[in-house]
């Protein structure tokens, strides 16, 4: 039996056959006789799933030995506030607002530090980049924020600023929840990111952060022991108990994507021109309809959130249930944004953006 296709946001569809393999090691892992849930994290099993998920990551995504990777919990809004916890030193950060997670992000570390918005792409309605020329950083923000894929509005950066290039020291934090190992990341550019796991890496419950071994050790007095990053560092993320069976299944996840090939490219380069070919095809055949519309600028499109609209939104509700009959789940857009929005995800196959384009050819058609 073929399963529907899942277009959520997050928590989000997951590579078929990683549920399957973590369907059959359910009731016992690797002979042990326990279920990955009844283990205990600090036992020799659970410490080499950990070892080997963190292993896997670093090499997936190329992370430097420099940067420490850590599996925490709290999820994105969490980090909002862990990171001016850890980094902002009580001081100031500067914030781009590109959408609603970087706008909630901002609101947040008002609570730790002086914050100030560099730029924003708010006056459009969220559909542009604001140019870097444009981007006023503080000689003494101790972080620049930014949401390098905002899920919401559908807008992502294709290409991470050189801070430096634009006079700033000040290490770059990134959420990139919703576009982690879609796409390769630029380390050399980057102090901090974070990312939960639920939209393209696993189950929710698990956060990843990877960080710049010089950030770690300033965080404020007030922040808890187990969202210091030098005490979940220097304690290999377990401080307190980690969420065991979602970085199990995180750790799948990552097997799974070492195992993708496109061509000569293989594990992220290879999901970066398969999310690519996605990406255009379903962009493409909105553009080319009368009925949908996408308002984000061509250069700025997300590959894995594309929100778009029906012309005539008395069709919403028939427009889902038609999906639904099909096999084309969670289609709706965002409550704040309405409309429609397909997150095609690194799990999501070519052939569900193809089921999906056909379905909104013969939607338009038969509604014509
Ligand atoms: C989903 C999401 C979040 C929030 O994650 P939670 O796990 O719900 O805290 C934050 N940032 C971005 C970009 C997201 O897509």
């Known amino acids: ?121 708010e006056r459009g309605g969220h559909t542009s980049l604001p140019p870097l020329a444009s981007w006023k950083l503080r000689r003494d923000a101790r972080y620049v924020h930014l949401c390098t894929n905002e899920t919401i509005h559908g807008v992502e950066f294709q290409e991470l600023p050189d801070l430096k290039a634009l006079g700033s020291d000040a290490p770059l934090v990134l959420d990139f929840s919703s576009h982690v190992a879609s796409r390769p990341v630029d380390w050399s550019r980057v102090g901090l990111a974070f990312g939960g796991a639920q939209k393209n890496l696993g189950p929710a419950g698990v956060t990843l952060v990877v960080v710049r071994e010089d950030l ?55 999901m970066e021109q398969r999310n690519r070919a996605k990406a255009e095809l379903l962009y493409s055949a909105i553009d080319h309809s009368g009925l949908y519309v996408n308002g984000v600028s061509k250069d700025c499109r997300s590959r894995m959130n594309v929100p778009f609209f029906l012309r005539d939104e008395s069709r919403n509700e028939a427009f889902l249930a038609g999906a639904r009959e099909r096999g084309l789940l969670q289609l709706k857009g965002h409550k704040s944004v309405g409309g429609m929005r397909a997150s095609i995800y690194n799990a999501m196959p070519l052939s569900g953006v193809v089921a999906l384009v056909d379905y909104l050819q013969e939607f338009e058609k038969r509604h014509a």
Request: glycine residues 8%.
């Open 216 to 270: 770690l050790g300033h965080a404020l007095p007030i922040c808890p022991s187990a969202f210091d990053y030098k005490t979940v560092a220097d304690s290999q993320s377990m401080y307190n108990t980690p969420p065991t069976y979602a970085i199990y299944i995180a750790g799948l996840t990552f097997q799974w994507l070492k195992r993708q090939v496109e061509g000569h490219l293989s594990g992220v380069a290879a």
């Open 1 to 121: 039996m073929t399963r529907p296709y899942n277009f959520s946001a997050g928590p989000a569809n997951l590579p078929e056959e990683v549920l399957r393999q973590a369907a059959d090691e359910m009731l016992d892992w690797h002979g042990s006789g326990m279920s990955v849930m009844e283990m205990s994290h600090r036992g020799k099993e659970f410490v080499s799933i950990y070892e080997h998920a963190e292993a896997d990551f670093r090499e997936l995504m190329a992370v430097p030995k420099h940067f420490k990777i850590l599996f925490m919990q709290g999820g994105g809004l969490a980090e909002n506030a862990i990171v001016p916890l850890n980094l902002s030193r009580g001081a100031s950060a500067d914030f781009v607002v590109t959408g609603s997670w970087s706008s909630k992000s901002q609101k947040e570390a008002r609570k730790y530090c002086d914050v100030q918005i560099a730029a924003t792409n």
